[in-house]
């Protein structure tokens, strides 16, 4: 029977999809990795950790007859605080919208959707999955003690088909 304690991360792969939702495969047009996904679990490259925060917002009570009748919630703002011990400098710009410019790289003003799966299991080898079809990569802050810290915010707006 599956537990609610994980173990670690076994891998964290991500993918970059045009405004529509459709997974870009073409590096050159803004695809990660060879085939448009990204698997880092190469010599030294993966996840540390992987902080999800804003998954369920607090319910709010509704009274009448002095009594809860209601609870209503918000709208969840899902975030992950990602760590990575390392990840090809080429996939981690793509992801926080740098482009190419004169032979150098800078941030653009549009963000790119970024499309995260986070993978662990439990305690008894069932595996588990946090997935993310939309979000925005930021970098808050840049550590030099050996670690890139990204952070990935899931946009509200809904892809049009």
Do not use: C
């Amino acid at each position: 029977m599956a537990g609610m304690s994980i173990k670690g991360i076994d891998f964290v792969m991500a993918g970059i999809t045009d405004d529509k939702g459709v997974l870009i495969t073409d590096p050159e047009k803004g695809g990660l990795g060879p085939k448009g996904i990204a698997l880092w679990d190469g010599d030294g490259d993966g996840a540390t950790t992987a902080n999800i925060t804003g998954l369920e917002e607090a319910g709010q009570q509704q009274y009448a007859n002095n009594k809860v009748k209601r609870i209503n919630h918000g709208v969840p703002t899902p975030q992950v605080a990602l760590t990575m011990l390392d990840m090809p400098y080429e996939d981690g710009s793509k992801m926080v919208g740098y482009t190419a410019i004169n032979g150098g790289r800078v941030l653009s003003n549009n963000k790119p959707h970024v499309a995260l799966l986070i993978a662990s299991h439990d305690f008894d080898g069932n595996w588990f999955f946090d997935a993310f079809a939309n979000g925005e990569m930021t970098l808050p802050t840049v550590d030099y003690r050996m670690k890139l810290a990204i952070q990935l915010v899931v946009n509200k707006k809904r892809h049009s088909a």
